[in-house]
């Protein structure tokens, strides 16, 4: 044994400079180059960089360097559900093969484990250990190309002013129609080539750094931060619902609301609040390698196969290039649309059971998609329902895949034992309803209980307390479930990484003048460390003139909010966005704190309907904002972009995208008729605003009558679910951390085989399960089915079978079929639509024309008296 000097993995510098390094043995460009997957050029041979780059890497990289690297990626990966089973295995062997020896002596590896060992050490220091991550992204970066020009930035803000207005037009709109991020990306590429080859090449110099208006080729990097600034316009923003309901007669009235120096506050405190939280968690969401964001690698994928250089290559014997690929699909998809959108509707609900008996209840319920819980195996053909409304199939582990769907399952049969066995009054109506109803059976009239938009109990009494359909009383039981389940079961299972950004946190500020990447020393982060950061101040400025402004907009508007509440929604937000966050990293499932903030609100602000929707929207704003801009930092730092560019378009797109959004909401709501009037509903504009309505109903509920009528009196087990929520995450995490070393302990001979299946539970997370149940009212099982198939059929067969295949294509086709979807769906709406040309037809009537279309019906007839439950005496 040699003496080897221990490594500073924080300090030590690995980059690979071809000009430093010693020449690369064939044998191990194609040994790489096989493992990479990557095959040599058709024309001459040759490797691409990539393959270049790592074989550099690992010629230069020492057995002890290599066994620090795999050592600290084994104790950050061990439990990583997007690292394959065989990936973990490899990585368990080589921990296992690395000698122990006695006090004093050198680790070391078996030399016949000493290239694989080298190999995965290359892979999560010097690029990515995610293949995913790997099809998307480079190991190497020219900080010459363009990125923040004069161009990008002008292209980038006429497509966020064009999604910002189209998005917010169509937002009340039943259905909508939206400008995804997937088609103003194809649509910034002729765009920015269009530039290119019309303007000429003037510009000057300042400080030695030339400023053209047409510096050359439209670049990679271009395209990117261009995609990056029109990503904020992809939803408008959630104070529309404010805005909406505030106004309007139909619900609370008040003129204020249309004031555009209430709007402009708005809209800049709840965007800007979330942003300037984005600081407190780059070092957790961001930096860490573990923190994949697995549904943002499609953005990436697009911008590969628009932009980077195309190889001859065979895989799999399939020459295409990913650009050609991209077309084809994208052409494919656009045409499919027709079918189930237009011509073949009963294609996309395939509620085909329901045929059969289209008036019989129990099986509407049982296997509706309309209406029902979609217990159907063959459900839909329709790409865009199948991938898009429930879970991001495509993009999901499979474990979580798997895991959601079970919750989903489960839960489907729990919704099916409340509705039939009628509890809680629940078989009195449809099953699965996201609607509020009245003990007639009919959609709860709110305006019924109000004067003043303040709740009226003599009013109330001649009413009607509200009722939940079946479902959607477990999806409010589990909401409160996972609250405690997600925060307490993240916490204590990632407490290192937590503790780990906690500490940054306080270093940040106690060594302001550090570097925001100390201690991160993967590939991505040390590249990104050559670029000028974005200081922690710069975020802590932004959040404290907002936090100003909040206090401003609450004290001078009427409001009925407090500062103390908005205080109180902040700290939650605080303490939440940490584990949240963690599990949207690693899984792509998003967890929103609206039903949380609904009922704290509630409790400390009874009948205070508008400042309980003031606060939501402060809460939830709050925490998409922050998720979605370190969303987009992510796919910057995975495609290099300078952090202080995407700060500036992140900041300058927010700005224009809310100011566009409130000039549409203005107009809407003065010039629009019959604006959320549901009675012209068949109008062409199709205006129901059916979105703005259940924002409104959720503050009548959870705000005017209360939330301790409804847990005191009304659903009294939704109390418990709380509780049950904590008690799931501490049998978790007992099962899942303490259990094993218990049996470490007592069977010590079978420690590797339990530290195998260790790492295979810790993948099952109660967190996802219960996400699972919380997409029913009104989405089900439909809406999920066959993309569980298209998922298993590409992220499993595909990918074990055809593994080189799956990486230079996967994502790309993905990316493809949603383009070529969204751009179908713009022109069928236009052309067809929008202005009634509608085809009637068996194929296009039969899925609704029974019970599931018709909203489904209740197991148990109304009593004779007219009504069910308690009399107006006894109501809540």
């Known amino acids: 044994m040699t003496d080897i000097k221990p490594v500073d993995l924080d300090t030590k510098e690995y980059d690979i400079d071809t000009a430093d390094v010693r020449e690369i043995t064939l044998h191990t460009e194609e040994w790489i180059a096989q493992k990479l997957l990557i095959p040599p050029s058709d024309v001459d041979g040759t490797y691409p960089r990539s393959v270049t780059v790592i074989s550099q890497a690992f010629e230069n990289m020492s057995e002890a360097e290599a066994i620090a690297i795999v050592k600290k990626a084994w104790d950050q990966h061990s439990s990583d559900a997007n690292l394959t089973a065989e990936h973990k295995d490899v990585l368990q062997h080589l921990i296992e093969m690395i000698g122990e020896g006695k006090e004093g002596e050198d680790e070391s590896v078996p030399p016949e484990d000493l290239e694989e060992l080298k190999y995965q050490a290359c892979l999560f220091h010097h690029w990515s250990p995610y293949q995913q991550v790997r099809s998307v992204t480079t190991p190497f970066d020219d900080q010459d190309e363009e990125c923040e020009t004069f161009r990008c930035y002008v292209i980038g803000i006429i497509w966020v002013g064009i999604a910002a207005f189209v998005n917010q037009f169509f937002s009340p709109r039943q259905p909508p129609i939206q400008l995804t991020v997937a088609v103003i990306q194809l649509l910034l590429y002729p765009s920015g080539r269009l530039w290119q080859f019309i303007f000429p090449d003037w510009g000057f110099k300042v400080r030695g750094v030339r400023y053209s208006l047409n510096p050359g080729p439209w670049t990679q990097k271009e395209q990117l931060l261009a995609t990056l600034m029109a990503s904020v316009a992809n939803v408008p923003p959630y104070i529309d619902y404010n805005i909406f309901v505030q106004y309007l007669p139909k619900f609370y009235n008040q003129p204020f609301a249309l004031n555009f120096g209430y709007m402009v506050m708005m809209m800049l405190t709840t965007q800007f609040m979330g942003f300037g939280m984005v600081g407190f968690l780059r070092k957790l969401a961001v930096y860490p390698a573990k923190a994949m964001w697995p549904t943002l690698l499609p953005t990436l994928a697009v911008n590969k196969a628009l932009l980077a250089p195309n190889r001859k290559e065979k895989i799999n014997g399939w020459t295409m290039t990913r650009y050609t690929f991209f077309l084809l699909v994208s052409a494919i998809a656009f045409i499919q649309f027709w079918v189930p959108n237009y011509l073949f509707q009963a294609i996309s609900t395939f509620n085909w059971m329901t045929w059969i008996a289209p008036n019989n209840v129990v099986l509407a319920a049982i296997t509706g998609g309309a209406s029902g819980l979609g217990f159907n195996p063959i459900s839909s053909f329709d790409w865009n329902q199948f991938t898009a409304a429930v879970f991001p199939v495509m993009f ?448 296009n009537t039969v899925s609704f024309a029974g019970v599931d279309g018709a909203g489904g019906a209740g197991i148990v007839p109304i009593p004779d008296k007219g009504f069910f439950g308690p009399d107006s005496a006894h109501y809540p």
């Not at 709860?444 to 003043?452: A, G, M, P, Q, Y």
């Not at 989405?779 to 993309?787: A, E, K, M």
């Open 396 to 843: 999901m582990p499979i474990s979580s895949l798997v895991l959601g769907v079970s919750g989903m399952f489960v839960a489907g049969f729990i919704i099916l034992a409340v509705w039939y066995t009628n509890t809680q009054y629940a078989g009195y109506l449809p099953i699965n309803s996201a609607d509020v109803f009245d003990n007639t059976g009919l959609p709860f009239n709110v305006s019924r209980i109000l004067t003043n938009n303040e709740f009226d109990e003599a009013k109330y009494r001649a009413y009607s307390p509200p009722y939940y359909a079946a479902a959607n009383l477990v999806v409010y039981g589990a909401f409160f479930a996972v609250y405690p389940m997600s925060f307490f079961y993240t916490v204590i299972m990632e407490w290192e990484i937590m503790k780990v950004s906690l500490r940054d946190l306080y270093d940040g500020f106690k060594h302001w003048k550090r570097s925001n990447y100390y201690g991160f020393d993967d590939y991505f982060s040390r590249t990104m460390s050559k670029y000028a950061e974005v200081p922690q101040w710069w975020y802590m400025v932004i959040l404290l003139i907002t936090f100003g402004m909040s206090i401003a907009l609450i004290e001078h508007w009427n409001t009925k909010a407090t500062v103390w509440m908005l205080v109180v929604v902040m700290l939650i937000n605080f303490v939440c966005l940490f584990p949240f966050t963690i599990v949207m990293s690693y899984t792509g499932i998003q967890f929103t704190l609206n039903v949380l903030v609904e009922l704290i609100v509630g409790y400390a602000l009874p009948g205070k309907g508008i400042a309980m929707m003031i606060l939501k929207a402060f809460s939830v704003q709050i925490q998409i904002q922050c998720q979605n801009f370190l969303t987009d930092q992510k796919v910057g730092h995975y495609g290099k972009l300078p952090p202080r560019s995407m700060f500036r378009v992140q900041m300058l797109a927010t700005i224009v995208a809310g100011l566009v959004t409130l000039g549409v909401m203005q107009f809407q709501l003065n010039d629009v008729e019959h604006m959320c009037d549901v009675k012209y509903q068949t109008s062409h504009e199709k205006f129901t605003c059916p979105s703005e309505t259940v924002f409104f109903s959720a503050s009548v509920i959870w705000a005017v009558v209360g939330p301790k009528k409804i847990f005191d009196s009304q659903y009294p087990i939704l109390r418990w679910c709380f509780l049950i929520g904590f008690g799931i995450a501490l049998l978790f995490v007992f099962l899942q951390k303490f259990v094993p070393r218990m049996l470490k302990k007592r069977y010590p001979d079978r420690a590797s085989e339990i530290t195998k299946w260790e790492a295979r539970f810790k993948e099952v997370n109660p967190s996802i399960i219960c996400y699972g149940f919380l997409n029913y009212a009104p989405y089900n099982l439909t809406y999920v089915w066959s993309g569980v198939y298209l998922a298993f059929f590409f992220n499993v067969y595909i990918r074990k079978r055809f593994p080189g295949w799956w990486e230079k294509y996967t994502y790309v086709f993905c990316s493809a079929m949603n383009t070529g979807i969204a751009l179908s769906a713009i022109i069928i709406f236009f052309a067809l639509q929008y202005t009634n040309v509608n085809l009637t037809w068996w194929g």
